[in-house]
Each structure stands twice: as C-alpha cells, then as structure tokens.
C-alpha cells in the first residue's frame, strides 16, 4: 500500500517507454533529483524480445535505486506478464485495459493493481474485481469535466488520470478530483531521453514537481 501512498504524495508516475537501456539509469537519476519518485516501464508488447528487455530496464532500475523510488511496470496484458513483471522488481502493475484475470492475480502476487478503464461500467467493474486504483484512459480525451462528473457516483474509487495529461492541463485534472497522473512523453520523451538531452528533463521534471509540491504545501 506504499504505492498508493506515494502516488497521492508525489502524485506523478512518469512513464517511460522505447527508452534505450544505456539511458535508463541516468534518466532516471535526473528526474529523481528533481522530485520525480514514481516510475513506470512499459512492457514493449511489439515482440517477445521487447518485453524482455523492458522486464531488463525493470530488474536493472530495481537494483540500481532499491526504495528510492517506486517502481511499477505498465501495458501489462496476461497473467504471466505480471509475474514476469514482479521477478524483475514491480512493485505494481498498471494496464489500458480492465482485464479480470490480470487484476486477481496482481492481488495474489501481492503488487498494487491499476487496470485501464474508461466507461463507469469498466471503472466500477475494474475496482469490484480488486483493483486498488484505476487508471483513467485516455483522460485527455475525456477531460476533467468527465472526471468531475464521475465524482458523485463513483467518488469513492481512486483514479489515475493517463493519456493526454501535460504540465498545461495537470493541475486541472488533479483538481477535478484524480489521485494522480501519468506522464509520458511531455515528461521522459524517448527521443529527449535516447539523445541525452539532460537538460531539458531536468526541467521538465522541475515543472511538474513545481506543480505537485502546490498540493504537498511545499
């Protein structure tokens, strides 16, 4: 349950996909400087060796950082992903989809489950079968409005607002009532990442935490 903690503390999970392993650490290390303490790798479903490699970014940041961070491994799709993804060092699993199977064995395998949803049906479904947290998806689609709206009958079930969310727009989903939210490429954009632009995720990363430590009172 740390996990759930942590992301409404820090509220950011930054994404990271198509990253080049030789990058990851150094990445990493720079957004954990700034404030960023949430981090998911995305399984590359492309091919069984893009899914090896990502469960090998997994193992390699788990090793390297131990509990300075939190750790959780994303686009997680079967019952073997998830425990392929907590041998690497997962400590939670994150979906674009609600998929029953994949929630019950996180819970048994004792990670934090965050399933994909969109529809009030999906959520509430996701949630009923165990999950901790949902994650909203594509939430920039929908937009806050949408989130607000579901505030009422499904208030009581924690979101995660992924897709479509930016430094621009953050504060306002965070405001309509989400947990937290995911950050892909606006923040650890593979090509800022595999080119070395470490100045430019520096502030990237100071820019969302700017906006986080509103809510931290910082």
């Not at 942590?6 to 999970?13: D, G, H, L």
């Not at 069984?48 to 090793?63: D, T, V």
């Not at 998929?99 to 509430?124: H, Y």
């Not at 909203?136 to 897709?163: E, H, S």
């Amino acid at each position: 349950m740390k996990v759930l903690d942590a992301i409404k503390e820090y509220k950011v999970v930054c994404i990271i996909r198509k990253v080049r392993t030789e990058q990851i650490l150094q990445a990493t290390e720079i957004m954990l400087q700034e404030g960023i303490r949430l981090f998911e790798v995305t399984l590359d479903q492309s091919s069984e060796e893009g899914i090896k490699e990502s469960l090998r970014q997994i193992g390699l940041l788990k090793k390297t950082f131990e509990d300075r961070i939190y750790l959780g491994a994303g686009t997680v799709m079967t019952e073997e992903q998830v425990n392929r993804a907590k041998g690497a060092g997962a400590a939670y699993i994150i979906s674009p989809n609600t998929d029953e199977a994949v929630i019950r064995q996180t819970v048994k395998q004792g990670l934090v489950s965050i399933p994909g949803a969109m529809t009030p049906t999906e959520i509430a479904f996701a949630y009923r079968c165990g999950a901790h947290m949902v994650k909203l998806f594509p939430a920039g689609t929908l937009g806050p409005r949408y989130i607000k709206d579901l505030q009422g009958p499904l208030g009581y079930i924690p979101l995660i607002a992924v897709g479509g969310v930016d430094v621009k727009n953050m504060k306002d989903f965070l405001d309509a009532g989400v947990q937290g939210v995911g950050i892909g490429s606006s923040l650890a954009g593979s090509s800022v990442i595999n080119d070395g632009k470490w100045d430019v995720l520096r502030e990237r990363a100071k820019a969302y935490v700017k906006i986080v430590n509103q809510y931290r009172g910082l």
